[in-house]
């Protein structure tokens, strides 16, 4: 599957040919803060299937997991464009908002749903986790 989308004002875009790992649905507090909404959509693919033209700054914080997150935007624009972290190594989360097309996306995951805002209620069938994707 080809996967290509960029920043808001077009100086980062990103490719890969990846199918996802996984596509889900985030309500830590560091998604809806990092976002500036209830949740996140992310799109997970293997780091190594992922090219990056432009530059990215780099926020590292730590996630609800208490492990280093390493949020990645444009500088310039300041969209929110690839997350990467110390409990998914070698796996890039972007932001389904970034996609070109996000017409495809359909999340099949919920995490940290026990953070969620007590007024979202997301249609469709998803695989719920009151914290994150268990360790397997």
């Known amino acids: 599957?080809?996967?290509?989308?960029?920043?808001?004002?077009?100086?980062?875009?990103?490719a890969a040919e990846a199918?996802?790992?996984?596509?889900?649905v985030c309500h830590c507090r560091n998604c809806q803060k990092s976002s500036g909404s209830a949740f996140r959509v992310a799109v997970?693919?293997?780091s190594e299937a992922l090219r990056i033209t432009g530059t990215l700054k780099t926020f590292n914080g730590r996630g609800d997991s208490g492990k280093t997150i390493y949020?990645?935007?444009?500088?310039?624009?300041g969209s929110a464009v690839v997350n990467e972290g110390e409990m998914l190594p070698g796996v890039s989360i972007i932001g389904a908002g970034?996609?070109?097309d996000p017409g495809w996306v359909k999340p099949t995951i919920e995490i940290y749903c026990d953070r969620a805002q007590s007024?979202?209620?997301?249609?469709?069938?998803?695989?719920?986790?009151?914290?994150?994707?268990?360790?397997?």
């Open 44 to 46: 997970a693919i293997p």
């Open 19 to 24: 199918e996802p790992i996984f596509v889900g």
């Open 71 to 77: 949020r990645r935007f444009c500088p310039e624009c």
């Open 119 to 136: 007024w979202v209620q997301l249609g469709g069938e998803r695989t719920r986790f009151a914290e994150s994707i268990p360790a397997e």
């Open 98 to 100: 970034t996609l070109d």
């Open 1 to 14: 599957m080809k996967i290509e989308g960029g920043c808001l004002c077009g100086r980062v875009r990103y």
